[in-house]
């Protein structure tokens, strides 16, 4: 089945244990991105990646890292939570630059 | 700023009716245009794409562009209450790596 696989689906961690949100696709997609969803601002694009060691920010970047050493897998690091970026995130995918994307399941992280 | 707007709702219909959702895009340069779906705690679902003016049906779906105007709208027809959760509005934005912009979407309530 074409999915995007994400995990875990719920995290909760203290202030400045570093973490790591898994995101794998096995649709051969060259793109991939980041989304954090909040109440009242709707989603909002952390990182994206046009293929392989491409990645770019998107508009809210900050306290976060991702890296595209694989095309099938796009990880979304946070080194040092904060409380601020307690959101529901989602990692998605698409073949091409025109193409709507595929969004996975999604992570619900609770940052205390 | 490129932006997408839709009007947050909600917007309720009884059923069997025909719903009709609105977005307007302020990127006079975007080309492509996606509707998604997403229920409540789920993650988005791409149910519409359009790239050129006029309609384009898809089952009880009917998305419509009018790049003149920067209007995008969604017709369900026969609505469900199936068909009850939020819909995004996206557009591409136009050059580099046509990033999609979400609108906040718009909350369809179908009642019996």
């Known amino acids: 089945e074409a999915q995007v696989t994400q995990n875990p689906r719920y995290l909760i961690t203290v202030t400045g244990k570093k973490l790591t949100v898994t995101c794998s696709q096995n649709?051969?997609?060259?793109?991939m991105s980041w989304y954090r969803q909040d109440p009242g601002l709707g989603l909002r694009q952390i990182y994206y990646?046009?293929?392989?060691?491409?990645?770019d920010k998107g508009d809210v970047p900050e306290g976060y890292k991702v890296s595209r050493k694989e095309k099938r897998n796009f990880p979304l690091i946070l080194e040092s939570p904060s409380p601020n970026q307690t959101s529901l995130y989602f990692c998605?995918?698409?073949?091409?630059?025109?193409?709507?994307?595929?969004f996975g399941s999604g992570t619900r992280l609770t940052v205390v | 700023q490129k932006e997408v707007e839709q009007n947050s709702g909600p917007l309720s219909v009884p059923e069997g009716a025909i719903a009709s959702l609105n977005c307007t895009y302020s990127?006079?340069?975007?080309?492509?245009f996606f509707w998604y779906r997403q229920y409540s705690g789920k993650s988005p679902e791409l149910i519409m794409s359009?790239?050129?003016?006029g309609d384009k049906e898809d089952g009880r779906f009917t998305a419509q562009l009018n790049k003149a105007s920067q209007y995008v709208s969604l017709l369900i027809r026969d609505s469900q209450p199936s068909d009850s959760a939020t819909y995004l509005c996206?557009?591409?934005?136009?050059?580099?790596?046509?990033?999609?912009?979400f609108g906040r979407g718009t909350s369809l309530i179908v009642h019996p």
């Open positions: 990646s046009m293929n392989v060691e491409v990645t």
């Open positions: 990127d006079r340069g975007s080309q492509s």
């Open positions: 996206a557009a591409t934005a136009s050059g580099g790596s046509y990033i999609p912009t």
């Open positions: 998605a995918s698409r073949p091409e630059q025109f193409y709507g994307y595929t």
């Open positions: 649709m051969n997609h060259e793109y």
């Open positions: 359009i790239y050129s003016n």
